[in-house]
């Protein structure tokens, strides 16, 4: 059997481990932590639209075997980002469990998210920031295939302090989808 990642929408049973990955500051790690908040605001969410719609989504990011049902080992997220009077684009975000990470989940899942928002959306630009510190980070982004289009100065609250972030895309055309 293959180890594989894959994204599903959630069920209400991966709620719990959502929640903790969103507010508990050791799950969420030093990039991923912006402070207590609301954890009922994910489960309205849920109950609303199952973190599906026309302006963002969120679905969750499974690992294990091929022929099995796999665990849940993190999220990605998507959100509308107006680029000029006409366009716009999908600006993506990932969160994976602490005992999860360094094992390539990451890479994976960004990358079968930007093929799926381009397979299923008529966008050109899929594009994500991370803390210009956040390394791991931002080699997953490379080697998911985003290219480094620079530093987005000051424009990151985390912390008691503003962050720089790393700017990453990619396009349509960056993307075999057949």
Not at 160 to 175: F, H
Request: hydrophobic residues 35%; proline residues 3%.
């Amino acid at each position: 059997m293959t180890q594989t990642v894959r994204l599903r929408p959630f069920t209400e049973p991966d709620l719990d481990l959502l929640v903790r990955l969103n507010v508990d500051p050791a799950e969420a790690s030093e990039y991923g932590f912006f402070g207590y908040h609301d954890t009922g605001r994910l489960r309205r969410q849920f109950a609303e639209n199952g973190f599906l719609d026309s302006d963002s989504g969120r679905l969750a990011v499974v690992a294990g075997d091929e022929d099995a049902p796999g665990e849940l080992v993190g999220d990605v997220g998507w959100r509308r980002t107006q680029r000029g009077p006409t366009s716009y684009c999908w600006n993506i975000g990932i969160s994976i469990l602490a005992r999860a990470r360094g094992h390539g989940y990451g890479t994976r899942a960004q990358r079968l998210l930007a093929e799926y928002l381009f397979a299923h959306t008529q966008v050109n630009r899929v594009e994500a920031e991370t803390e210009v510190g956040n390394i791991a980070e931002r080699r997953a982004l490379e080697k998911a295939g985003f290219t480094h289009e620079g530093t987005v100065r000051g424009s990151c609250y985390r912390a008691g302090q503003w962050r720089d972030m790393a700017s990453y895309s990619i396009l349509r055309a960056d993307v075999d989808l057949e």
